[in-house]
């Protein structure tokens, strides 16, 4: 039996609770272990004497909670936390009549989620009695076996980026952290992500929000990303700073640069951190106000084509002593990315690497309209833009990186498979975290201190606990990565393609993603040989602006 309106969503929304009911439970237990301990010297009760000793046990129980590393809520929750894990224990069988199944909740599904956690924890990741996936739904992707299976590939999956003009090249890591700043990620999130990353041997993006000596405290190497506010690399007035620019990256542990120009949950608007998220501590970092709506604008100020936009990134690899610098966005209008690729080709500079952000990532605030209704999703951004780059003969001048809700070792074979070079992942990393998908990052109520500035909601999340789960999911996705093309029969992740994807098209009839999506030829752009909106979109697109050409 299913009732609609009625799912985990909605008792979900109910974990931001205010800081004071924390120790509410424990206070009073504590109260009612005195009064009855007290009662039952006085009346000499047996029943009063054993409702004490209860109590006691209870309190004793709080302490212990409280004290413990293992489990954030009850750090945060002293014996509170235990009735969300009874309804927890019980939900399979709620779910299975009432409410919903493991395949069917949002953002991400019950099963998405075990999966993270059990390869966090280092417990079982396998399944038993067959998938719950419909496997006739349209829709439905797989990739075939290989009857001789190849032998494992035993070396760390890992991509060089940095083209002809980059002096330090970067061994990337093919799975690796989006872009999540500190101040829409905690302090002790922030710790443990880049203490996770040293520990598996992954890069860790900082988002927007400026290098905070968080991020280098634990010495994981760090993707410095900057967006329209240059946090970290700004003027008084909010322009770019090429001096503190050039000092931040000088920094060892900085490895990659990368430009945001949109995100997938609200491209073309900028970015926003609540105002009740702005401490002293991050307006600091940020060279912001605290208190105050940290708004960055919606678009940069250091350049205003294509053509500047690739002068600015030889100015930044200049600046940097030739570390890899590229850019992120969510694609948008498509005449604009071509204008890009026309400006490389007119310019001849070429970024390191380029991030494509589908419309379905986000772990910031954002208006509904933007993330339900704006942007391009992953695949069809990360087809375009592969399309794009070998339309005009580029593609092999720099590395394509794709992010946006892949969590599992099928969705980054798959990515791979439609030429991306390698995934981040921001959510994913989150529910390593201990993240329960409560939906109160913007709030400031985060129930495991993961997303939230408060520090007692902090005091949950434990770094060193933490930082090898972070750790622990890195290893275990690669490894399911690397056992899926095995046993396709591929000697490593740069054989997939296209052709090695199946997906279910209709009630029998099925499809490659070669067959489902319009591939162009190597320079069928530029040779001419396009037609159609592509032909369309070429014509419009200019290295000397982001509008539109007239045909």
Same mark, same amino acid.
């Given at each position: 039996?299913?009732?609609?309106?009625?799912?985990?969503?909605?008792?979900?929304?109910?974990?931001?609770?205010?800081?004071?009911?924390?120790?509410?439970?424990?206070?009073?237990?504590?109260?009612?272990?005195?009064?009855?301990?007290?009662?039952?010297?006085?009346?000499?009760?047996?029943?009063?004497?054993?409702?004490?000793?209860?109590?006691?046990?209870?309190?004793?129980?709080?302490?212990?909670?409280?004290?413990?590393?293992?489990?954030?809520?009850?750090?945060?929750?002293?014996?509170?936390?235990?009735?969300?894990?009874?309804?927890?224990?019980?939900?399979?069988?709620?779910?299975?009549?009432?409410?919903?199944?493991?395949?069917?909740?949002?953002?991400?599904?019950?099963?998405?989620?075990?999966? =993270?956690?059990?390869?966090?924890?280092?417990?079982?990741?396998? =399944?038993?009695?067959?998938?719950?996936?419909?496997?006739?739904?349209?829709?439905?992707?797989?990739?075939?076996?290989?009857?001789?299976?190849?032998?494992?590939?035993?070396?760390?999956?890992?991509?060089?980026?940095?083209?002809?003009?980059?002096?330090?090249?970067?061994?990337?890591?093919?799975?690796?952290?989006?872009?999540? &700043?500190?101040?829409?990620?905690?302090?002790?999130?922030?710790?443990?992500?880049?203490?996770?990353?040293?520990?598996?041997?992954?890069?860790?993006?900082?988002?927007?929000?400026?290098?905070?000596?968080?991020?280098?405290?634990?010495?994981?190497? $760090?993707?410095?990303?900057?967006?329209?506010?240059?946090?970290?690399?700004?003027?008084?007035?909010?322009?770019?700073?090429?001096?503190?620019?050039?000092?931040?990256?000088?920094?060892?542990?900085?490895?990659?640069?990368?430009?945001?120009?949109?995100?997938?949950?609200?491209?073309?608007?900028?970015?926003?951190?609540?105002?009740?998220?702005?401490?002293?501590?991050?307006?600091?970092?940020?060279?912001?106000?605290?208190?105050?709506?940290?708004?960055?604008?919606?678009?940069?100020?250091?350049?205003?084509?294509?053509?500047?936009?690739?002068?600015?990134?030889?100015?930044?690899?200049?600046?940097?002593?030739?570390?890899?610098?590229?850019?992120?966005?969510?694609?948008?209008?498509?005449?604009?990315?071509?204008?890009?690729?026309?400006?490389?080709?007119?310019?001849?500079?070429?970024?390191?690497?380029?991030?494509?952000?589908?419309?379905?990532?986000?772990?910031?605030?954002?208006?509904?309209?933007?993330?339900?209704?704006?942007?391009?999703?992953?695949?069809?951004?990360?087809?375009?833009?592969?399309?794009?780059?070998?339309?005009?003969?580029?593609?092999?001048?720099?590395?394509?990186?794709? &992010?946006?809700?892949?969590?599992?070792?099928?969705?980054?074979?798959?990515?791979?498979?439609?030429?991306?070079?390698?995934?981040?992942?921001?959510?994913?990393?989150?529910? *390593?975290?201990?993240?329960?998908? &409560?939906?109160?990052?913007?709030?400031?109520?985060?129930?495991?201190?993961? *997303?939230?500035?408060?520090? &007692?909601?902090?005091?949950?999340?434990? =770094?060193?606990?933490?930082?090898?789960?972070?750790?622990?999911?890195?290893?275990?996705?690669?490894?399911?990565?690397?056992?899926?093309?095995?046993?396709?029969?591929?000697?490593?992740?740069?054989?997939?393609?296209?052709?090695?994807?199946?997906?279910?098209?209709?009630?029998?009839?099925?499809?490659?993603?070669?067959?489902?999506?319009?591939?162009?030829?190597?320079?069928?752009? $530029?040779?001419?040989?396009?037609?159609?909106?592509?032909?369309?979109?070429?014509?419009?697109?200019?290295?000397?602006?982001?509008?539109?050409?007239?045909?």
């Amino acid at each position: 039996m299913y009732l609609p309106g009625l799912s985990t969503r909605s008792f979900r929304h109910g974990h931001g609770i205010h800081p004071v009911i924390r120790f509410t439970a424990f206070l009073v237990v504590l109260a009612l272990a005195v009064i009855s301990g007290g009662l039952a010297l006085v009346l000499a009760s047996t029943w009063l004497a054993c409702l004490a000793a209860v109590l006691s046990l209870l309190t004793l129980r709080g302490i212990w909670e409280l004290q413990q590393t293992r489990h954030s809520l009850a750090r945060n929750y002293p014996l509170i936390w235990g009735v969300r894990y009874l309804f927890e224990s019980i939900r399979p069988q709620i779910r299975q009549y009432i409410i919903e199944s493991d395949t069917e909740g949002l953002p991400f599904d019950r099963e998405q989620r075990s999966l =993270v956690y059990q390869r966090a924890k280092n417990t079982v990741d396998v =399944v038993p009695f067959g998938t719950e996936r419909d496997v006739g739904a349209q829709g439905f992707e797989w990739i075939n076996a290989s009857i001789q299976p190849a032998p494992k590939f035993s070396e760390p999956l890992r991509i060089a980026v940095g083209g002809a003009d980059c002096t330090q090249p970067y061994s990337a890591s093919v799975f690796n952290i989006s872009a999540m &700043s500190f101040g829409s990620l905690s302090a002790q999130a922030i710790r443990a992500l880049n203490l996770g990353a040293r520990l598996g041997g992954f890069a860790h993006d900082t988002g927007e929000g400026g290098l905070s000596p968080y991020h280098l405290e634990h010495g994981g190497d $760090i993707i410095w990303e900057f967006g329209t506010g240059y946090f970290g690399c700004r003027t008084p007035d909010g322009k770019f700073d090429p001096a503190r620019f050039r000092d931040r990256a000088a920094h060892p542990q900085v490895r990659m640069i990368e430009i945001k120009l949109s995100q997938g949950a609200k491209p073309g608007h900028g970015g926003v951190l609540p105002g009740r998220k702005v401490t002293p501590e991050i307006a600091e970092i940020r060279g912001v106000f605290p208190g105050v709506d940290c708004l960055s604008p919606a678009q940069h100020s250091a350049f205003d084509s294509p053509s500047s936009m690739m002068d600015f990134i030889a100015e930044l690899r200049e600046l940097s002593l030739g570390k890899p610098i590229g850019f992120k966005l969510c694609i948008g209008h498509r005449w604009e990315f071509l204008g890009l690729c026309k400006a490389m080709l007119a310019t001849g500079i070429y970024p390191d690497f380029i991030v494509i952000d589908g419309k379905e990532g986000g772990t910031g605030a954002a208006p509904a309209e933007f993330s339900d209704h704006v942007g391009t999703p992953r695949r069809e951004g990360l087809v375009f833009a592969v399309n794009a780059l070998r339309g005009c003969g580029i593609r092999d001048r720099l590395a394509v990186g794709v &992010s946006g809700k892949i969590i599992s070792g099928f969705d980054v074979a798959v990515a791979m498979a439609m030429g991306a070079n390698w995934c981040n992942s921001a959510r994913g990393f989150m529910f *390593a975290l201990g993240c329960l998908q &409560s939906q109160k990052c913007h709030t400031n109520l985060c129930p495991v201190g993961v *997303a939230t500035q408060d520090r &007692s909601r902090q005091r949950g999340l434990v =770094v060193d606990d933490k930082a090898r789960r972070v750790a622990n999911f890195h290893r275990h996705t690669v490894n399911a990565l690397a056992d899926i093309v095995a046993a396709a029969g591929l000697r490593h992740p740069n054989e997939l393609s296209p052709q090695r994807v199946h997906r279910r098209v209709g009630q029998v009839e099925t499809a490659t993603l070669a067959q489902a999506y319009q591939w162009l030829a190597d320079r069928q752009l $530029i040779d001419g040989g396009a037609s159609g909106q592509w032909d369309t979109d070429w014509r419009r697109a200019s290295a000397g602006s982001f509008a539109p050409g007239t045909l």
